[in-house]
């Protein structure tokens, strides 16, 4: 299992299997938060590398914060996931399709350049 898997379930189901997190994790050999941070990093870059669409990176970083409650997720973590939730809906004034632009990806940029993983301990 690896997130390959997960976004792959994703594109079928619109959500990944129940225990695909539990798999991965397992495979991951790393504490839960550290999963966590590896996870939304690479959800992250990948579709700032514009190798996943928006709608399936948030699915993904949506269905961890179900599978890992936001209260457990890192400083990290959760800075992605608000990233994310901020380019889910328009904003005062804004105009419809400008969400990741002026949230999503702005913010994902900062948090990739300024917030370092913290090792496994």
Not at 52 to 60: G, P, S, V
Not at 76 to 92: M, N, Q, V
Not at 93 to 107: D, H, R, S, V, W
Not at 110 to 117: A, E, F, G, Q, Y
């Amino acid at each position: 299992m690896n997130i390959d898997d997960i976004l792959n379930q994703i594109d079928k189901n619109a959500q990944p299997d129940d225990d695909a997190f539990d798999l991965l994790l397992v495979s991951h050999s790393g504490s839960r938060n550290a999963f966590c941070e590896s996870f939304t990093k690479e959800v992250a870059q990948r579709y700032l590398d514009n190798l996943l669409e928006f709608d399936k990176a948030d699915c993904a970083i949506n269905s961890l914060s179900a599978w890992a409650p936001l209260e457990t997720f890192s400083e990290f973590s959760w800075t992605i996931y608000r990233a994310f939730d901020e380019g889910e809906y328009l904003h005062p004034g804004q105009l419809a399709g400008t969400n990741e632009e002026l949230y999503t990806k702005p913010m994902l940029r900062k948090v990739l350049n300024t917030v370092p993983l913290k090792s496994d301990s």
